[in-house]
């Protein structure tokens, strides 16, 4: 190696007599890193430059990048005749002459090693954007060359994304909010990363205060974690190459398949095939998959066939969040005309936004029926109205035929924790006859404040609380007849109620906590899923331009002209 002057930039020459000039610190040529670069510089005349670029192999690799990077380049001479004459003291001119060299299709090797001298040298050369992207790319060398990972024995991070975390707490937010903390208390996890939000919604600030919790904004870049876990469906808004940035491990539970099997919550039928594809490749491109219930584990590896079963857990949820302690004495204004309204009568509730698959108008019917079997209670309905696929017209017209003085409707839209734990306190019997769930919180919440529900014995509900007595499908009579008992005996409303109380104690948030913590660890001892490649990302992108599409004006417009089309 020479160095005529400090302004004159150094150049070495391999075996075969390839000149190479050397822009940056020739000190980072270590012998063996000389030895490398002058190697390979060698085997390949269409090399136009090798780098020198911080990375996480110890033994060091070979990787061809789309542009120089790092702190040190050498740049092959003998090109000059292909590519024109290289200004090496001119960064701008170096930058234009590297451009062309790509332009002729010639190479840029990157010698990626993890020395400490690399990784703080100065006036580092920034990868390109097309390398950074591929970075995040399992499909991609880069991913493996610059994402290589090993999981360190007790020692876990996990990022979460919680821009999903709207204002309404709902049995997903629950789960968030009740998993988080509990995985804040286990000894494997040293730091939780929560990102997307500035600042979290009121039901969970509570997180921020605890000590391994950190809260990034949307504009902030958290290090990398060894899991990133999306404890919320995963849809078309997440980025699952976005995600391998911000953790080495990237984990999904799935709640349910309620969406995936109901074609009226989506625009059209060409979003329901979008939405069912997504989940499936969503499925595919993650590390590790848990479900709420072993009932929605089974189905989800029913629907998508090449899943690992290994890389598969039926977890359900922790139960414990809610006691007979946390009963507030009153509700908050929300419920102010529904309690005066009440007048002190006894009551049902049916708690739930009115989704056609949480049958609040057959909860109607089953109440007036009740009311016949000589059980006089009002019923309250309290939940979210939700758009283009609710029972809310069905409701309307019940209520406006009910005629049965023993009893009146009141509707409530959606009421704060505080109104929901009074309402779960204070009902006589709760209502809960749903036919889609991927576990169902409601029934023992309601055990937890002393109250018994009715509901069908399936699936999940089926799985968990193992109670007996309950109606075994959807008939009006079977529900009646189950609503008018816990009316009229005290001593079955106790049996429903302790039977729960057995399926809260079984279920606890630590328990849940320290089992996820387990497939954690298991997971990132596995490699990278190999279907992660082909992952959900371009079927995401598919469903976000579908969903545009299928909202546009023009779309609806066209709407009479497709039927006319079919027919």
Request: charged fraction near 25%.
């Amino acid at each position: 190696m020479t160095d005529e002057s400090a302004a004159t930039p150094a150049t070495i020459r391999s075996r075969r007599g390839r000149a190479l000039v050397v822009i940056g610190d020739p000190a980072l040529l270590t012998m063996d890193r000389l030895s490398e670069f002058t190697s390979r510089i060698d085997t390949d005349a269409r090399i136009a430059s090798l780098s020198l670029v911080s990375g996480p192999s110890r033994q060091g690799r070979w990787l061809r990048g789309s542009a120089p990077a790092g702190p040190l380049t050498a740049i092959a001479t003998d090109l000059q005749d292909l590519v024109g004459p290289l200004d090496a003291d001119d960064e701008v001119a170096v930058a234009a002459w590297l451009r062309k060299a790509s332009e002729r299709g010639l190479w840029h090797d990157w010698w990626v090693t993890d020395g400490t001298d690399v990784t703080r040298a100065e006036g580092a050369r920034p990868p390109s954007d097309l390398d950074l992207l591929e970075a995040d790319d399992p499909s991609s060398a880069h991913h493996l060359a610059l994402r290589q990972y090993s999981p360190k024995a007790g020692r876990l991070t996990v990022t979460v994304d919680v821009t999903w975390l709207g204002p309404y707490e709902t049995g997903a937010q629950v789960l968030t909010t009740a998993a988080l903390g509990a995985l804040a208390l286990q000894d494997e996890i040293t730091g939780i990363r929560l990102v997307g939000l500035a600042e979290l919604p009121p039901y969970a600030a509570h997180l921020a205060s605890h000590h391994k919790v950190e809260v990034f904004g949307p504009d902030d870049e958290p290090p990398r974690s060894d899991i990133v876990w999306y404890p919320n469906q995963i849809d078309g808004r997440s980025n699952i190459a976005a995600a391998r940035r911000l953790g080495a491990r990237i984990v999904a539970t799935y709640l349910d398949l309620i969406a995936y099997d109901i074609p009226r919550y989506h625009g059209s039928a060409d979003a329901w095939r979008a939405y069912r594809a997504l989940q499936r490749r969503i499925a595919l491109s993650v590390d590790g998959i848990t479900a709420i219930s072993a009932d929605v584990a089974t189905r989800l590896l029913d629907e998508v066939p090449r899943l690992e079963p290994d890389r598969v857990l039926a977890l359900p949820l922790g139960l414990d969040h809610v006691s007979f302690d946390l009963a507030p004495q009153e509700p908050d204004e929300d419920l102010a005309e529904t309690v005066k309204s009440l007048g002190g009568k006894r009551f049902v509730v049916v708690l739930g936004n009115d989704f056609q698959h949480k049958n609040r108008d057959f909860a109607i019917r089953v109440w007036e029926a009740a009311l016949q079997a000589g059980q006089p209670c009002d019923l309250v309905l309290a939940g979210l109205h939700v758009k283009g696929s609710s029972s809310k017209e069905q409701e309307d017209d019940l209520t406006a035929r009910h005629l049965d003085l023993r009893g009146r409707i009141h509707t409530v839209g959606h009421v704060s924790s505080q109104s929901r734990a009074w309402l779960l306190a204070n009902a006589t019997v709760v209502l809960y006859p749903s036919s889609a769930e991927g576990f169902g919180f409601v029934p023992y919440e309601a055990a937890a404040m002393g109250t018994p529900t009715v509901f069908t014995d399936f699936g999940p509900l089926k799985e968990i609380a193992r109670a007996s007595g309950l109606p075994a499908g959807w008939s009006i009579e079977q529900h009646a007849a189950d609503l008018a008992r816990l009316l009229a005996d005290e001593g079955a409303r106790a049996e429903r109620v302790t039977a729960l109380e057995a399926a809260i104690h079984e279920h606890t948030w630590a328990g849940f906590a320290q089992q996820l913590t387990e497939f954690f660890e298991r997971i990132t001892r596995l490699p990278e899923v190999a279907t992660s490649a082909v992952g959900a990302d371009a079927a995401a992108a598919d469903a976000a331009a579908l969903s545009a599409i299928l909202s546009s004006r023009t779309w609806r417009a066209a709407e009479r002209l497709r039927r006319l089309r079919r027919r």
